[in-house]
């Protein structure tokens, strides 16, 4: 990440633009599940100095992006270098999505 003043003025930052960050649809193949996940411009200045790189999980984490088990950086498109591509297998999309769905099932029948 870029060299700020301090942790937390890089902490503030997060804080602050991680509510802009925009997630896109999920779309599928025969073998993954896609997101891509458009970073505000203010965080993608974080890691501008990194174009061309993948991103390991706790490292897109650290910038405020949300998202379940299994997702995976794996392309960069250096035109819009602020959009991060993800995928998953569709076999964890599917442990996943039921998952949610007992979790939310859970959480309905607890509330009664």
Known sequence: MT??????????MIETYSQNIYYC???EDDFFQY???ILPKELHVLIKNQQGKLLKE???RALGVK???????YAVHLPEPHILMFRRSLEVARQQEELQRRQEELAAFQSE
């Open 58 to 60: 706790e490292e897109w």
């Open 67 to 73: 998202g379940s088990a299994g997702w995976i950086h």
């Open 25 to 27: 649809d999920k779309y």
């Open 35 to 37: 997101r891509n996940v």
């Open 3 to 12: 060299n700020f003043k301090s942790n937390s003025e890089i902490t503030q």
